[in-house]
Nanobody, 124 residues
Framework: QVQLVESGGGLVQAGGSLRLSCAAS??????????MGWFRQAPGKEREFVAA???????SYVDSVKGRFTISRDNAKNTVSLQMNSLKPEDTAVYYC????????????????WGQGTQVTVSS
């Protein structure tokens, strides 16, 4: 059974930090061969790309989180993390982990496996 399980969400004050983790299991191919991504969906808004890391550790970020968020992966543990610093109220959203086979993927249609999401709430 393919699973992506996110953890680490919660409530934090503006300026604070959170670290999200995503554990993958049951993927049909080696975890290291996947592009792993983080997306988020705020209330009343479309889900948007946040960050991605490829099999070669190449990273991509949406402009609004550059310099504040860092995506990383541990292929030995089949995990991907998102370190979020200097959080802002506008970062409040449900954050989703996703796995895709396309190199350099950053759009939803290129990610075929999704987690259930974890809530991040940033208070002002």
């Amino acid at each position: 059974q393919v699973q992506l399980v996110e953890s680490g969400g919660g409530l934090v004050q503006a300026g604070g930090s959170l670290r999200l983790s995503c554990a993958a299991s049951g993927l049909p191919f080696t975890f290291s061969s996947y592009t792993m991504g983080w997306f988020r969906q705020a209330p009343g808004k479309e889900r948007e790309f946040v960050a991605a890391i490829s099999w070669a550790d190449s990273t991509s970020y949406v402009d609004s989180v550059k310099g504040r968020f860092t995506i990383s992966r541990d292929n030995a543990k089949n995990t991907v993390s998102l370190q979020m610093n200097s959080l802002k109220p506008e970062d409040t959203a449900v954050y989703y982990c996703a796995a895709g086979r396309k190199r350099g993927a950053i759009v939803e249609r290129d990610f075929g496996t999704w987690g259930q999401g974890t809530q991040v709430t940033v208070s002002s």
